[in-house]
């Protein structure tokens, strides 16, 4: 059974940071990419980290690029996004997921996590 498990959202305020984490189980790691994704309220889910398991390669949405950091750490089977210099339109609630690919699209992402809550304040 696959499990993709968040934690670490909260409250915070704008230029604050906060670490997520993701724990994944029930998957062969090496053969899936893996992604952050949010969504706002009112707004469709979008991109915004992901990173392939084997080879570390990353990529990012331009409105987080130098301000957070995907990685991941093979011996605990954990996903992290690291998010500094927050701002108010960060605001959302963040998923990790994975995919048979190394990929930026909502749709190629095969499992997903059941979200965590980020706030940033002004």
């Known amino acids: 059974q696959v499990q993709l498990v968040e934690s670490g959202g909260g409250l915070v305020q704008a230029g604050g940071s906060l670490r997520l984490s993701c724990a994944a189980s029930g998957l062969t790691l090496s053969l899936y990419g893996m992604g952050w994704f949010r969504q706002a309220p009112g707004k469709e889910r979008e991109f915004v980290a992901a990173i392939t398991w084997s080879g570390g390669i990353t990529s990012y949405a331009d409105s987080v690029k130098g301000r957070f950091t995907i990685s991941r750490d093979k011996a605990k089977n954990t996903l992290y996004l690291q998010m500094n210099s927050l701002k108010p339109e960060d605001t959302a609630v963040y998923y990790c997921?994975?995919?048979?690919?190394?990929?930026?699209?909502?749709?190629?992402?095969?499992?997903w996590g059941q979200g965590t809550q980020v706030t940033v304040s002004s």
């Open positions: 997921a994975a995919a048979r690919k190394f990929s930026r699209v909502v749709g190629e992402y095969q499992y």
